[in-house]
């Protein structure tokens, strides 16, 4: 299912009201700022929870870095990444969530990476030689004599799943705030009881940060600041005649895999003299000359994303104090590992704590 803008500002502005009133107990208000991937997917699982859930987004969602992302999901990783421990468990959480919401529309078609070859595969990968890469990627001008093959990895439209998961949201009684800024927390004794937004004060027991790079702002007042760093990256869309590319494609020159209207979508580095247009230049001329069929690709559009990297490396999550009333969801790859964020933070702040979080992701690092 796809929601056009004006679908998802009828959706995002209906009075959904919380289900369960009554002789039912007040449920516990949280507030989840940012509408990324990462934000959509901790609300989505939380109001499965049972919780009354507010999704407040600066502008619309998706429309940070979500909305630029290349959509990999991948569960290759090496056993010293920083992040490992989350993204072993991506894609099967990926796939739990498919399960559930088949609108997601995962294209499980595998990822060929070329390049640097050296040392031991990881898992999930097999290698390939020259010609077990042309049968995969026939269109490849000139394989590359070696190549890693994943298997199971999978692409995901980032700004369509956020879209599909906020309106899931939405339907079950979160709230949307769209075009809404929060600046800061409203406190009464120490303790956290809002947020206060561009709109006025909103209610909270728990503030959940999955704003990105918003997310340094919002802590430096507070006991435990996060250094959220950013990293832009550049998405860019080509109009081809055909669909050509099998697999999700990485290689040294190109990494390019198919939209699902048959578009092809390219992501590329940050040039570090920040001349973007010289990027997507040289960009269309290496699709041109790398795949068969895409000799006439056009570029349609490109977009810059600023993607939140924790400063250290590692990804933060957890809460800021023993207060338990500020919760910061913040890592890179943030769409390959969406899924689980959700499912671990939802389950953090049902159960109060969740073992599956290790201590270096514990935003008490920064202090």
Partial sequence: MSYTDSQLRVIFNANFSPKGVGTVAPKRKI???????????????????????????????????????????????KDDATDVLIRRAAL???????????????????????????????????????????????????????????????AVDALEATRILVCKACEKGAVLQTQTTVSGFCMTKGKVTGVLTSRGKLDADCVVLACGIGVSALTERTTTPVPILSSPAILLRFAVSRRMVKTLISGDDIEVRHASNGDLLAAEDYPANGNVRETAISAQLAVRNRLAGAESAVLIKYSVGERPVPRDGYPVLGFTDDSKDIYVASMHPAVTCAATIGRLVSE????????????????????
Wanted: proline fraction near 5%; aromatic fraction near 10%.
């Fill in 31 to 77: 507030v989840v700022v940012g509408a990324g991937i990462t934000g959509a997917s901790i609300a989505w699982h939380l109001i499965h929870l049972e919780y009354e859930v507010t999704i407040v987004e600066q502008y619309m969602p998706a429309s940070g870095a979500t909305g630029s992302s290349f959509g990999w999901l991948t569960g290759v990783v």
């Fill in 92 to 154: 099967a959480d990926w796939k739990r969530l498919e399960e559930i919401i088949p609108e997601l529309q995962i294209k499980w078609s595998g990822s060929l990476s070329y390049g640097e070859i050296s040392g031991s595969f990881m898992k999930n990968e097999t290698l390939l030689h020259n010609a077990e890469i042309a049968r995969l990627e026939p269109a490849l001008v000139n394989p590359p004599e070696q190549a890693r093959y994943a298997a199971e990895d999978g």
């Fill in 348 to 367: 953090e702040l049902r159960d109060g704590k969740c073992d599956e979080i290790p201590q270096n992701y514990r935003p008490s690092r920064f202090i």
